[in-house]
């Protein structure tokens, strides 16, 4: 089995793109919706070091916590989603030589109880967007991704974001890959409003990178849409990465630099 990619160069700038989903170790293409690997690669090797804990709260089918294992980083992962973790546990089946451990259970994103407080190095996750694709159809009634009201939506998720920084070291990183979706025609800005309640509950927005979409299933479809109507097609996801900010932290800068946006 391969457990390298060919390159592990980091990218250094605000536009990622990935045309080929990397398919070392036991990563697969088969769950709908679960981000490339080379995305949560890139993101524990530039914020984290060897023997660090890293946390997926939303884990789908294993991603980040294969390359956490790869990489010789402690990891958590939950979903609240039990096939998710069985495909998880079984994504985690292969051996590395390192001592690294991985821990995955269902969980709700909204309740981190088992996480001790300002405990974990680095958050990185892809959550769903609204209920574009269903994860659970309906058989999980608190699954975010059956939820189709966007007001609703965000109530619940900011109740996931204020137990993000709860578990979170000071000083420390949240990666969330998150896109926008379209409803009559009109644009729908998801991640933006996801953004403003990272940045309202105490958050600061180190960066806001574009991610390309690729290889996206409902592109074909969309496409033809597209000619006949008035709109563009959605091809980019945004990778926001927030910093939970230093105990006594002079905050003043970043408020002004909100209050200016």
Known sequence: MKLEPESNDIPTTTVWSFPERGSWATHKPTYRGNWAPQIPRNLILKYTQEGDLVFDPMVGAGTTLIEAKLLNRDAIGIDINPQAINLSKEALRFEVENKSKQECYVGDARNLGKIANDSIDLIATHPPYLNIIKYSE????????????????????????????????????????????????????????????????????????????????????????????????????????????????????????????
Not at 162 to 175: I, S
Not at 239 to 252: A, G, T
């Open 138 to 261: 309906q058989t999980i009634s608190e699954d975010l991704s059956n939820i189709g009201s966007l007001s609703k939506f965000l109530t619940e998720f900011e109740s996931a974001i204020k137990e993000f920084y709860r578990v979170l070291k000071p000083g420390h990183y949240c990666a969330i890959l998150i896109g926008d979706t379209r409803r009559h025609r009109h644009y729908v800005p998801l991640a933006f409003n996801i953004m403003s309640l990272f940045l309202k509950d105490g958050f600061i927005l180190k960066e806001d990178i574009i991610k390309i979409q690729h290889n996206c299933q409902m592109t074909p479809r969309w496409s033809n849409e597209a000619k006949k109507y008035d709109f563009y097609l959605i091809m980019h996801e945004h990778l926001f990465i927030f910093r939970k900010p230093v105990i006594d932290e002079d905050m003043l800068l970043f408020k002004e630099s909100i209050s200016m946006s």
